[in-house]
């Protein structure tokens, strides 16, 4: 515990993710169900969150 990159409790080489802004996903989900209450409209909507991809060991060049 508390080495996450250690052969036991992490992966090797630690992998390559992508971080999904979960907070503002609820946040966002909370207000648009406010919204559809209030107005009692239900229309479907689309909401795009930006998302970072984390590079790390897993990823490379192809090997030749």
Known sequence: P?????????PN????????????MGTEAARMLLDAIESKVQEPLTVQLPVSLIVRGSTGPVPS
Do not use: Q
């Open 2 to 10: 508390g080495n996450a990159d250690s052969k036991w409790w992490g």
């Open 13 to 24: 080489p630690p992998l390559t993710t992508v971080h999904v802004p979960m907070r503002e």
